[in-house]
C-alpha cells in the first residue's frame, strides 16, 4: 500500500509561484506513476502531470490543464514528487491531490490518494 501526503499550498497573489510536494511512502511498484490532479469547488478531479516512480520510464506527461505553467519533478533520496506552478491565476484556485496508480490521465484509475492541499489564488 502506498501512502501519500501532499502539502505547499496556500493562499498566493496573481502571478506567484508554488511548488506542491507529494511525499510518498510503502513500496510503490516499477510500475506506479504518481499523478497530480486538482479540483476546482462544484468540479471534478482533473489531472494536471504524471510521472512514473522508476527511472525506467522516467519521462512526465501533462494534461491540457497542466502544459505551459505546471512543472512535475521528482527527489528519489526525499521520496517526493513535486508539481511547481508558475505564474499563477484565480482560476488555479482548486485542492490540490497527488495520488498513486498507472499511468493514466483518470482518477478512477488510482488507488492510493493524498488528503490534497488547498491552493487559492487572489487577484
Known amino acids: 500500500q502506498v501512502q501519500l501526503v501532499e502539502s505547499g499550498g496556500g493562499l498566493v497573489k496573481t502571478g506567484g509561484s508554488l511548488r506542491l510536494p507529494c511525499a510518498v511512502s510503502?513500496?510503490?511498484?516499477?510500475?506506479?506513476?504518481i499523478g497530480w490532479f486538482c479540483q476546482a469547488p462544484g468540479k471534478g478531479r482533473e489531472f494536471v502531470a504524471l510521472?512514473?516512480?522508476?527511472?525506467?520510464?522516467?519521462?512526465?506527461y501533462y494534461g491540457p490543464s497542466g502544459k505551459g505553467r505546471f512543472t512535475i519533478s521528482r527527489v528519489n533520496a526525499k521520496n517526493t514528487v513535486y508539481l511547481q506552478i508558475d505564474s499563477l491565476q484565480p482560476e488555479d484556485t482548486a485542492v490540490y491531490y497527488c495520488?498513486?496508480?498507472?499511468?493514466?490521465?483518470?482518477?478512477?484509475?488510482?488507488?492510493?490518494w493524498g488528503q490534497g492541499t488547498q491552493v487559492t489564488v487572489s487577484s
Open positions: 510503502g513500496r510503490p511498484s516499477s510500475s506506479t506513476a
Open positions: 510521472l512514473s516512480w522508476s527511472d525506467f520510464d522516467a519521462y512526465p
Open positions: 495520488a498513486a496508480g498507472p499511468r493514466s490521465m483518470q482518477p478512477n484509475d488510482y488507488t492510493s
